[in-house]
């Protein structure tokens, strides 16, 4: 019983491209998302989130998009560098919960 | 002066044995948690605590003891350990036990576990 769903396990990309890395989530309690990056062998570091009451955050190359009707958001990294290679987690949570219910991860590799 | 410091880092032992992971975080949080990340990769939480008390058991088995000296470390006790415990285990803290806005995690670089 998953409710957090990362469908694509890698995706590759060239330098300078857009990557966009996908989410959909199932409870429609969740109010807020998360996307963590993840290198080997180091634990996930927190991006970018985004409040169910918005649509969009952008912070730099990052921008999160959430489609609450949908139960789908998305990471779009713009221009991909090689040192954005990485995994990448979606997560979800709220101000209802004590923790956060993660996806299984996407591997992003931006080709040089 | 890392925030979230977790020890060992790699950590092999023989099935039965009785072992214990370490973790401290210095970033003045409420709250700290265990996670797994299983076989098929997904991060699964385990344990969470705030201010010392337990607030969340995900029913993990009672192999698996958390233990929470003060609000900056939650250790992680496992008795027997099975092939099937292997696996990286995360802790990570979070300002309150809300993860709403301003409330994300900060995980420490993990421990691998591996039951022989």
């Known amino acids: 019983d998953q409710q957090v769903k990362q469908n694509s396990p890698s995706l590759s990309v060239q330098e300078g491209r857009i990557s966009i890395l996908n989410c959909d989530y199932t409870n429609s309690m969740f109010d807020y998302f998360l996307w963590y990056k993840k290198y080997p062998a180091e634990g996930p570091t927190f991006l970018i989130s985004?409040?169910?009451?918005?649509d969009k955050n952008e912070d730099g190359r990052f921008t999160v998009f959430l489609n609450k009707s949908a139960k789908h958001l998305s990471l779009h990294i713009v221009p991909s560098q090689p040192g954005d290679s990485a995994v990448y987690f979606c997560?979800?949570?709220?101000?209802?919960?004590?923790?956060?219910?993660f996806g299984q991860g996407t591997i992003l590799t931006v080709h040089p | 002066d890392t925030a979230v410091s977790q020890t060992p880092k790699y950590l092999v032992t023989q099935m039965g044995n009785d072992k214990s992971i370490k973790c401290e975080q210095n970033l003045g949080h409420d709250t700290m948690y265990w996670y797994k990340q299983d076989s098929k990769k997904f991060l699964k939480i385990m344990f969470s605590y705030n201010n010392k008390e337990l607030i969340i058991n995900e029913t993990v088995p009672n192999r698996f003891s958390p233990k929470s000296p003060d609000k900056a470390h939650l250790n992680l006790h496992i008795n027997s350990l099975e092939l099937g415990d292997s696996a990286v285990y995360f802790c990570?803290?979070?300002?309150?036990?809300?993860?709403?806005?301003?409330?994300?995690?900060?995980f420490g670089q993990g421990t691998r576990l591996t039951v022989v």
């Open positions: 997560a979800a949570g709220g101000t209802s919960y004590g923790k956060l219910t």
């Open positions: 990570a803290s979070s300002q309150d036990q809300h993860t709403g806005g301003g409330s994300e995690a900060f």
């Open positions: 985004i409040s169910s009451i918005k």
